[in-house]
């Protein structure tokens, strides 16, 4: 199968490049539903000036070099010309978004094991300033000094009700505790 990313796409050359993208989204439910320039979804509201198949006809830009890993859907046969990421896979984290890119983008299992990562990821983060001797500041990260100089009495009011949830949670374990002492007593 010729390369779907030419480096100069000429004038006509859309249906050719759409057609060979139609027979391999074939083999994919709900992939390429807009890849047939004849199935142009903004139809009724795009004003054509006669013009449009010159849009084709640019210079792509050059790949950029895989310095990192990338982890990319399964749905694309590579990585896009251009790419980024801000958090690249690493220890557990990684492991787990490397788990995840081997499911398809509409599954649940993606998306969840996607959430699981981040939270990895915020602990292995928490770890690693601890190693390099650098303590939580809980009260800027969290933006707690903003809170309590812009909104005072909200940072208050969510304060004391989360005091008192954490509170009533503790006294009512307590007191099931005492009683499951109790009844084991009689």
Known sequence: M??????????????????????RAADIPGWGLDADPDNDPTYPMKHSNGADHERLNYE???QQPLDMEILHSIERPGVTRVFGTSTPPIGLSGAIRRFAYKYSEATATHWMTLILADRVDTIQGKLTDL??????????????????????????GRT????????????????????????SNR
């Open 160 to 183: 004391a009700t989360t005091a008192l949830l954490l509170t009533a949670g503790i006294l009512l374990l307590k007191r099931k505790k005492k009683n499951k002492y109790q009844l």
């Open 2 to 23: 010729k390369n779907a990313l030419e480096d100069r796409i000429a004038a006509g050359q859309d249906r050719i490049i759409a057609q060979r993208n139609m027979a």
């Open 131 to 156: 190693m390099h001797g650098i303590l939580p500041n809980p009260w800027v990260e969290r933006g707690w000094r903003a809170e309590w100089k812009h909104n005072r009495a909200g940072f208050i």
């Open 60 to 62: 792509k830009a050059p």
